[in-house]
């Protein structure tokens, strides 16, 4: 049987990997960014973190408990650069997910910090007055280290197992859907003869 960890990076590949194609994340890997785009892609990391942090004020579960200890609350530094950009809508009430359910999302939320190491530098390029708390590091740090090895030793039957992996699904489903099919801003194509 393999690790859990293991096993969140196996189920979850392809939507990782259709992340990474997505049109909009391709956009701004090539420099295709403004302050709406920036809004957009902050705001679809809003209702994953929100029922995260939701589920992470009531676990009672010890291994559960330990594994997300080891989260970083992001959604308020989120709140606060949507706020600043005046792009703050209201959020739809956040749906409560099982205390299994937030160990995937966490996988799929603390994970995504790695990759907001590159957009971060793009961003930080294309938009040097944006606000952007929720890119930066938090001072305790990001903390992948710590969740991975949490999530390599954790040992749930397959029935809770199989519940974590959903959750990482859906939180992964919902920031791909929730970004557009290309970026606000797109440079021109030049065409060569």
Not at 11 to 17: I, L, P
Request: charged fraction near 25%.
């Amino acid at each position: 049987m393999s690790d859990l960890l293991s096993r969140l990076r196996s189920a979850t590949r392809d939507q990782h990997q259709r992340l990474h194609e997505h049109p909009f994340i391709t956009g701004i890997l090539e420099g295709s960014i403004d302050q709406e785009s920036y809004a957009l892609f902050l705001s679809a990391f809003s209702i994953p973190w929100q029922r995260l942090e939701t589920t992470m004020t009531r676990a009672k579960a010890p291994l559960v408990g330990r594994i997300l200890s080891q989260v970083v609350p992001r959604s308020g530094d989120l709140v606060a650069d949507l706020r600043a950009m005046q792009r703050l809508e209201d959020q739809p009430r956040s749906e409560t997910i099982s205390e299994l359910a937030a160990v995937g999302y966490a996988y799929c939320l603390v994970g995504s910090s790695m990759g907001a190491r590159t957009l971060r530098k793009i961003f930080r390029g294309q938009l040097p007055s944006a606000p952007m708390r929720y890119l930066e590091p938090p001072l305790q740090g990001e903390r992948w280290s710590e969740l991975a090895k949490e999530l390599r030793e954790a040992r749930f039957n397959n029935s809770d197992a199989n519940i974590i992996t959903d959750g990482a699904k859906e939180c992964f489903a919902i920031v791909e859907q929730s970004f557009p099919r290309v970026p606000s801003v797109v440079r021109p194509q030049v065409r060569r003869s």
